[in-house]
């Protein structure tokens, strides 16, 4: 199934997602990538919030997906955006920088790694990353509830169960990689509703025949006897590697990973 394709799905991403993809920025800096780039791509850019911190990083910045509402999204925000798939990003040329944000989980592993190779100029970096609801910070009770039961009413979508590891591959030495948690606010419990709904296990329910209306309606009255506070947190991991053109040992490789 094709995910955050519905015209309402691609509206509540851009409106109620949270807008920190500018850390990535640190990321790079902290790996001691600090130099400005060329060209650069941004995979499953989605409604262009992974792709605006790349303009500042890089002369030329393109985002692709294969969603065209997404796109349509992020084309109201002046970005370079094209509906296309990962497998034919070799068709925009070559670049030095390439992202993929909460997506390569979607992807084949051996599928994509030779299509980012042959879309990638010789050193070009990659960053893979992704950001997960991490829950309350202050009640425990909501985040039982979130796993027991939100998360059994309406179950995420199974991933391919692959991993950006490039470590094994030909010409891919690992920069660094990272995790931890960004605190992130919503004002109400309606705002935490309509964050949920920006989820690929909500769009799921969506397709199989519910509306979003009645979803949210059934979250809120569930999210009636929590006490919250305003404060929550959003889980973060990233891999950043280099890929060389040239013929590689992988035992030579050192791993900064």
């Given at each position: 199934m094709s995910y955050f394709s519905l015209t309402e799905a691609a509206e509540r991403y851009d409106a109620y997602r949270p807008k920190v993809h500018s850390i990535v920025s640190k990321w790079l800096?902290?790996?001691?990538?600090?130099?400005?780039?060329?060209?650069s791509l941004d995979v499953a850019c989605g409604t262009g919030d992974s792709t605006l911190?790349?303009?500042?990083?890089?002369?030329?910045?393109?985002?692709?997906?294969?969603?065209?509402?997404?796109?349509?999204r992020a084309?109201?925000?002046?970005?370079?955006?094209?509906?296309?798939?990962?497998?034919?990003?070799?068709?925009?040329?070559?670049?030095?920088?390439?992202?993929?944000c909460m997506a390569f989980?979607?992807?084949?592993?051996?599928?994509?790694?030779?299509?980012?190779?042959?879309?990638?100029?010789d050193n070009a970096i990659w960053l893979i990353y992704n950001f997960s609801f991490g829950g309350s910070?202050?009640?425990d009770e909501f985040n039982d509830?979130?796993?027991?039961?939100?998360?059994?009413?309406?179950?995420?979508?199974?991933r391919n169960g692959e991993v950006a590891d490039f470590?094994?591959?030909e010409g891919m030495k690992c920069l660094a990689s990272g995790k931890g948690v960004l605190p992130i606010k919503f004002v109400d419990k309606h705002e935490l509703t309509k964050y949920l709904t920006t989820q690929s296990n909500v769009e799921n329910a969506v397709k199989a025949g519910l509306t979003y209306s009645e979803i949210e309606k059934e979250i809120e009255a569930m999210l009636q006897d929590f006490e919250l506070s305003t404060e929550f947190r959003y889980n973060y991991s990233y891999d950043l590697?280099?890929?060389?053109?040239?013929?590689?040992?992988?035992?030579?490789?050192t791993r900064n990973c």
């Open positions: 800096q902290d790996a001691g990538v600090t130099h400005k780039f060329k060209n911190p790349l303009i500042e990083l890089s002369d030329n910045v393109i985002g692709i997906d294969l969603s065209k509402s997404m796109i349509e084309e109201v925000k002046g970005l370079s955006v094209k509906q296309l798939g990962y497998e034919k990003a070799y068709e925009l040329g070559k670049f030095d920088l390439i992202t993929t989980h979607w992807f084949g592993f051996d599928e994509a790694l030779k299509a980012y190779k042959q879309a990638s100029s910070e202050n009640s509830w979130f796993v027991s039961t939100y998360l059994k009413k309406f179950p995420s979508p199974a470590e094994k591959a590697y280099q890929f060389t053109t040239q013929a590689v040992d992988a035992k030579k490789i």
